[in-house]
């Protein structure tokens, strides 16, 4: 695909405002209400509006900054700032911005993502005219819900966005391991139930309604969420990694990702870059790769290192303006180590770092990686080869070796889909599997440290966290910062927003205290063993 069309464009704007959608006849409906009814309205627009929703809030990227950004980032060494409000740097709770993922009344997941695709399958339940995009609906709020379950945990589910159809407004919290049950019978269910020659999903902006590809999408998924499963459930992980070979994304091509564009201003625009460009504050500056990060790259003599990372983009403070002399040689790339501040502490203030010589020397992510109108990526091939390849070192599923080499050749190939001037020749992909062979005596070790490094320059820090947790790679090695919120650990899971406490008394309650270590940044998930 992938791109809004400029009908969709107009259209998410609409949708959003009217919290129902709209027709094709815009006009008509100002002019004359009676004609938008429950016959005409079509159910194509709400998974457009879903589909955007899925890539971060319409609301000056609120999801995004907070739990992408300010906490996912950070905690995986893929980013690094000085900025005191990043609170996921030093391991610091921040309430409000742990909870915005989850949201409110107004922006989050639930109410962004979960209430249109929820109205998605109910309204086009039953009827033959939608018999793909109610598929396409099942799969994708499965993809909605199992961000928020991995987040959070026990999370309303299987009542959540009900409240029209049943009257439900004090959803229940599901376990988290009765969705995950759930949500992989729903997309096995969905991806068979599809049908080439049924009707065209036009209001899909991953793959404009292409079948095929929605299914290997969904055996993709099916394949993640089963391997987030590789130690709460070894035998279930196994049985649908066993069912999906064959049957995933084949290159880049099946890429899932949305390409944003700037006709809707801030509602179509892509969330990352505008946290990134600085529109909300002084990240461009302040916010850097991570020494973590740009080290690994460096050791490894990785090509992307030279296609992901400049120094030298913003020369002064309040700048916005990119500097086109900005310096993209590998050598002199310097990533920020993390835990530092400004606050002229002995050891904490990044000035006295030995890695100091001036914020423009920090590495900053590309220009073309941080486009407004670049993709937001949802799965991809690459993330699939090498959960495949884990699949085959755990459970001997085809030649891991092979899977690996796929994994990593796809993961520096497709930066070209953020700008063709990022794009790494085939050939210098596989001079680097030649200079870091895969040992099976490491190879967990190896495909998940790959998987971490592309899910970061996807900037898709949301799964970044969620592998770590599962896989336990890289190693990591947690920061030390004053009066942090989790004894110097790297958080395992979101708290509960403290809105539930009131909104949802009876519900909350139960959930929180059943939390594994508490219901803090500390606690974890069912699948985080």
């Not at 107004?106 to 979960?114: H, N, S």
């Not at 690996?404 to 596989?430: E, F, H, N, R, W």
């Amino acid at each position: 695909m992938k791109n809004f069309p400029n009908k969709y464009t107009a259209l998410a704007v609409a949708a959003l405002l009217l919290s129902g959608g709209c027709t094709k006849d815009f006009e008509d409906i100002n002019t004359n209400p009676s004609t938008y009814n429950q016959a005409t309205f079509d159910a194509n627009y709400l998974l457009t509006t879903a589909q955007l929703g899925y890539a971060g809030s319409t609301d000056f990227a609120y999801d995004t900054w907070r739990a992408n950004l300010i906490y996912s980032s950070t905690m995986m060494q893929g980013m690094s700032t000085v900025l005191s409000y990043w609170a996921g740097d030093k391991y610091l709770l921040n309430e409000a911005y742990t909870a915005a993922y989850w949201g409110g009344t107004t922006v989050g997941a639930y109410v962004e993502q979960v209430k249109p695709i929820t109205d998605l399958v109910e309204s086009t339940r039953g009827k033959d005219k939608y018999k793909n995009l109610h598929q396409i609906g099942r799969i994708m709020r499965a993809l909605i819900m199992e961000r928020i379950t991995d987040l959070y945990g026990d999370v309303p589910y299987t009542e959540a966005g009900q409240g029209y159809y049943k009257g439900i407004i004090t959803p229940k919290y599901d376990k988290q391991q009765d969705i995950y049950a759930d949500l992989l019978k729903e997309v096995d269910e969905a991806t068979a139930a599809l049908d080439p020659a049924a009707d065209l999903a036009t209001g899909d902006v991953f793959y404009k309604g292409n079948v095929a590809q929605w299914q290997r999408l969904g055996n993709t998924l099916l394949l993640r969420m089963a391997m987030r499963l590789t130690k709460a459930d070894p035998d279930k992980a196994k049985l649908y990694a066993t069912q999906v070979q064959g049957k995933t994304m084949r290159d880049n091509g099946d890429n899932a990702y949305v390409l944003h564009d700037v006709a809707g201003s801030r509602v179509t625009q892509n969330r990352n870059s505008q946290i990134l460009l600085g529109d909300g504050g002084l990240e461009n500056y302040y916010v850097k790769w991570s020494k973590t990060f740009i080290d690994y790259l460096k050791n490894t003599n990785d090509p992307r290192l030279a296609k992901v990372a400049v120094t030298k983009l913003y020369l002064t403070e309040g700048g916005k303006t990119q500097n086109p002399a900005a310096v993209s040689t590998p050598a002199v790339q310097k990533g920020l180590p993390n835990g530092k501040d400004l606050s002229g502490r002995a050891g904490f203030d990044v000035s006295g770092d030995p890695s100091f010589t001036g914020f423009p020397d920090y590495s900053s992510p590309s220009p073309g990686m941080i486009k407004r109108t670049g993709p937001t990526f949802v799965l991809t091939y690459g993330e699939s080869e090498l959960l495949l390849a884990e699949a085959a070192q755990r459970w001997g599923l085809g030649n891991a070796a092979q899977r690996y080499a796929s994994g990593v050749t796809a993961a520096i190939t497709c930066l070209s889909q953020y700008d063709p001037a990022l794009a790494v020749p085939d050939a210098d992909a596989s001079a680097y599997l030649v200079a870091n062979p895969y040992d099976a005596a490491k190879g967990l070790e190896q495909i998940n440290t790959q998987y971490w490094v592309l899910t970061n320059t996807l900037l898709n820090f949301y799964e970044s966290w969620a592998n770590w947790r599962r896989s336990g790679f890289p190693a990591l090695t947690p920061v030390v910062f004053p009066n942090n919120a989790t004894n110097g650990q790297i958080p395992r899971r979101f708290p509960y927003p403290t809105s539930e406490i009131t909104s949802n008394p009876v519900n909350y309650q139960a959930a929180s205290g059943a939390v594994a270590g508490g219901d803090n940044l500390s606690g974890r998930v069912y699948w985080d063993k």
